[in-house]
């Protein structure tokens, strides 16, 4: 299985962390963004967006960091990540989308305004981003996560970019629920972390 990443990617992290989590053992291959490798033809054959992550596993070829995560859950985890049953699965869908709305054009393009320089506005992903932390407070208030009472896909979507907004000038000082989630996340076994967290 190889893992064309980018270290400091949070959609990367996600796939490094689901693996870790999942015991997977992987081949790193590094992808420079700053060089363009994204945008050479070579890669384009993997990933028509120019986009990382993306997963090479045996030939089966798996862009985005989504499908990348639903892909593993339902080859080599269990049922309990990404769940067989309409209403579990619609909970994990929920906050699988809040992933890409709030938390991505939110948080995660705050900071990419503050550490890559990016051109987007970080007044407004500062704003978007506390809307979907503050509909993560409210969710996590009384419960331990996101879509049932045992991590799934929700949690490992939605940790990166949460557990790496202050690199967006966004403090979690008053998000306790979320604070706790993410040192819930950090205590599961095979845990591991990116620069940043």
């Given at each position: ?9 949070g959609n990367c992290y996600k796939i490094r962390l689901f693996c870790a989590l999942l015991g997977l053992q992987y081949q790193s291959v590094a992808v420079d963004l700053t060089?363009?490798e994204h945008k050479q033809p070579a890669f384009l054959q993997l990933n028509p967006r120019g986009q990382v992550p993306v997963l090479d596993d045996g030939g089966t070829i ?136």
């Open positions: 299985m190889k893992l064309y990443d980018m270290e400091l990617s060089l363009g798996v862009w985005d960091s989504l499908a990348i995560l639903t892909y593993l859950a339902r080859k080599y985890g269990n049922e309990p990540w990404l769940p067989l049953a309409a209403e579990p699965l619609a909970r994990v869908m929920q906050w699988l989308a809040l992933s890409e709305n709030e938390l991505l054009y939110g948080l995660a393009r705050a900071r990419a305004v503050q550490k890559f320089k990016r051109p987007w506005d970080l007044s407004q992903c500062q704003a978007l981003g506390k809307q979907g932390l503050a509909v993560l407070e409210r969710r996590l208030s009384g419960r331990q996560w996101l879509a049932d009472d045992h991590p799934t896909l929700a949690d490992i979507a939605c940790y990166p970019y949460v557990a790496l907004s202050s690199e967006g000038d966004i403090a979690l000082d008053d998000y306790p629920h979320v604070c706790a989630w993410l040192s819930r996340i950090q205590a599961l076994p095979g845990y591991i972390g990116m620069p940043g967290i």
